[in-house]
Each structure stands twice: as structure tokens, then as C-alpha cells.
């Protein structure tokens, strides 16, 4: 009895954690072009600013748009500042972005990122949002769509923050997971990559969104290779190189890589973390030019109270590295997600494939 009550009581307390001055998550049902049928989920401030900011926060896989609201600070950094978030919901069942298809890689040409972007051009639409102030960001799968937006839809973000990603492309082929790059195999010129991403777009010669990307060293779910690789590949689009590095910035173990005059491109990695980089909200709010000093972004001093808020939130990616195996019945279809930390879908593969384990994340009918 007595234990159950302090179990209630616990659960109040995170109730109200949470809910103090978080704007509230809402479904939007129709908001034009969505293809593969991406969720959009939206939080709008009560106190919404004039010309409101957009942040588009993208979840990890086997995550959901919920899981992202309540495990980052956005929705109560939201409160304070005025800016709209935007929680999209990947559609397949595993909860993975589609990062990999010519469509999603394209500008308008389809799959989860024309989603996104139609989400994007609604709330500019509904809510009178500023065009110089639409941001992404995301986590794993949700930081390599940070990616791709960034090559097929240059038009549209000016900014994006992105932990633990892989750089746009370098998941493209026919399989939804893509061990090569994963695994940090998948190595190529500054010149390839920056060409790659120039396909997301082709003739497109406007602004490009200014890029922070952070990644662990020791990830093992896709490996820090990645990040030396997207340093590559934006680096090349900007047209900058590398110019110094900041040791211990914005914290003790972490290395701030600066390309150029740092305003359109800075790199951090992570000494010792692995593929759970936390979110630090308050840099990426600084980057987008929200709060402080925005370039470039040391995430020390002029964000105080922001860094206070967050201190406590750290993004919930999952870290255990076992994988069930699912006991629910149904096929799953060539290239499907099949199994996984958290995964609560089938784990049969249509006839010809088979469960194929690629990491604690993620197993694929192949
Ligand atoms: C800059 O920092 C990165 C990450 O720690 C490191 O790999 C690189 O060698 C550094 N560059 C220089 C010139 O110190």
C-alpha cells in the first residue's frame, strides 16, 4: 500500500516536471504533400512569438514523435522563447527515417522528407512562422534526416543540429539499413560527398543551412567515421576548411571543430561517448540564433538559464544492447524492420528473407 502511494507520488511529481510549461503536443491530420504518411505531430507556445521560429525535432529509431517531445527540453524551451516545434512521426514500423531512397534524397520527389517539408511549409502558412528561422534537429536516425533536409531542402532550413548522424547520402541504395555506413566504410572524397549532396537539389543555388553536427567517438551503432566524413562533405559544400580546433568545448571531453569563420559549419566530437550523445538543447538553441551569441556556438556563459533548465534532460536513445527477439505473429516484408531494442512488431520475414541482426537498433528482412 504504502509503496504504491509513493509510486503515485512519484509519478505525480514527473507529471508535473513535464507538464509545468511544456506547449502541448497535437496531431495535424492534413498538411498537403505526404507521401509514405509521416505523423505530424505539432506543439504551438501559448505564449506564441509574432513571426514564431519553427524547430523540427526528429526522433531515433524505434522512436516516436512523443518519445522526442518529452525527452528533450524543446517543448518548455518553447514556452519561454516563443518558437514552434515540429514532431514528426517516421511512418514505417520500426520507427526509423527513410534515409536511404532516391525519393526521400530529392528534393520534392517524394518519401519521408517531403513530409517533413510539407509540415514545414504548413506551419509557415498557419502560424505566419519567419522564413529565417526554420530549424531542424534530430538524434541518430532523426540526426542523418537532419542530413538529408539539409541536401534535398537547402530552400527551406536555415539551420540544423544534428547528434550522431551520418552525412546526407550515405545511407542511399535499396536497403532501409546500410552496414557500410554504418560502420564507418563508407569513405569518399570531400569533392564526392560535397557532390553527392549537391544532388539532393540539383541547380540549387541559394543559402545552405548553417550545420552543427556532434558525435561520440566510441559509437559502435554508426561509427564516428561518419562525422569525419560529413566534415568532408560540408565542408565542400561551403567551400571552408577547417580552422581551429576548441578542446573541452562546450564540455570537459568534447572538441569543437570550427570550419571556417564558424558560422556555417562547426563539428564537435564526443572523447569516450558512444552512440547516446546527449541533446544539449541550449547550444543548439544558440546555434539557430534563438538564444545568445550564436556563432559560433561555445555553449558557455550567455545561455545560463536555458543550460539550468536543461541539465536534467538528456535524449532517451535507447542504450541497452540486447535485442529481444519478438514473439508477435505477422510477415514482415523484404527490407522491413524485424527486430530491435524496443521493437514490438513481428520478427517473421516474408519467404527468401531472413531476420538479419545489423545492431541492438535494428534487424532487417533480408
Ligand atoms: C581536431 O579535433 C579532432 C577531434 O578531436 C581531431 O580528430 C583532429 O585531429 C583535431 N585537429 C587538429 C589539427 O588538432
Not at 507529471?15 to 505526404?34: D, H, I, K
Not at 564507418?184 to 552543427?212: F, H, M, N, S, V
Not at 545560463?304 to 533548465?309: D, K, L, N, R
Amino acid at each position: 500500500m504504502f509503496f504504491n502511494k509513493l509510486k503515485a507520488l512519484a509519478a505525480l511529481a514527473l507529471a508535473a516536471a513535464t507538464t509545468a510549461s511544456a506547449c502541448t503536443l497535437q496531431q495535424v491530420t492534413s498538411f498537403g504533400s505526404n507521401p509514405t504518411g509521416v505523423g505530424m505531430y505539432i506543439c504551438v507556445p501559448a505564449k506564441l512569438a509574432t513571426k514564431p521560429a519553427i524547430i523540427v525535432a526528429m526522433h531515433y529509431c524505434s522512436g516516436t514523435a512523443q518519445a522526442y517531445y518529452s525527452g528533450t527540453a524543446y517543448a518548455s524551451l518553447a514556452e519561454t522563447y516563443g518558437f514552434i516545434v515540429i514532431y514528426p512521426n517516421a511512418p514505417t514500423s520500426g520507427g526509423c527515417w527513410d534515409v536511404h531512397t532516391t525519393e526521400t534524397l530529392t528534393h520534392n520527389a517524394g518519401g519521408d522528407s517531403l513530409g517533413i517539408a510539407s509540415m514545414v511549409r504548413y506551419t509557415i502558412t498557419t502560424y505566419g512562422a519567419d522564413t529565417s528561422k526554420v530549424f531542424m534537429t534530430g538524434t541518430s536516425s532523426g540526426a542523418m534526416m537532419t542530413n538529408v533536409l539539409a541536401g534535398a531542402y537547402p530552400d527551406l532550413f536555415v539551420a540544423g543540429a544534428a547528434f550522431s548522424g551520418v552525412p546526407y547520402g550515405c545511407f542511399a541504395g535499396a536497403s532501409a539499413w546500410n552496414s557500410q555506413c554504418a560502420e564507418g566504410e563508407l569513405i569518399k572524397t570531400a569533392q564526392a560527398w560535397g557532390d553527392e549532396a549537391r544532388t539532393g537539389y540539383p541547380g540549387y543555388a541559394g543559402t545552405r543551412p548553417r550545420l552543427q553536427l556532434w558525435h561520440g567517438t566510441v559509437d559502435t551503432t554508426l561509427y564516428y567515421q561518419n562525422l569525419i566524413e560529413a566534415n568532408k562533405q560540408w565542408s565542400n559544400v561551403f567551400g571552408i576548411s577547417w580552422t581551429k580546433n576548441n578542446t573541452n568545448t562546450p564540455l570537459s571531453g568534447y572538441t569543437q571543430m570550427i570550419y571556417g569563420d564558424g558560422t556555417q559549419y562547426v563539428a564537435y566530437s564526443a572523447v569516450g561517448v558512444g552512440h547516446t550523445v546527449p541533446v544539449r538543447e541550449s547550444d543548439v538553441l544558440n546555434w539557430f540564433g534563438i538564444t545568445g551569441s550564436q556563432f559560433p556556438s561555445t555553449g558557455s556563459g550567455t545561455t545560463a538559464s536555458v543550460a539550468t533548465t536543461l541539465q536534467t534532460s538528456t535524449t532517451s536513445a535507447p542504450v541497452s544492447t540486447t535485442t529481444a527477439p519478438s514473439t508477435n505473429t505477422g510477415t514482415i516484408d523484404k527490407y522491413g524492420q524485424c527486430g530491435g531494442e524496443d521493437w514490438t512488431g513481428a520478427g517473421t520475414c516474408v519467404a527468401g528473407t531472413t531476420c538479419t541482426y545489423s545492431n541492438a537498433y535494428y534487424s532487417q528482412c533480408l
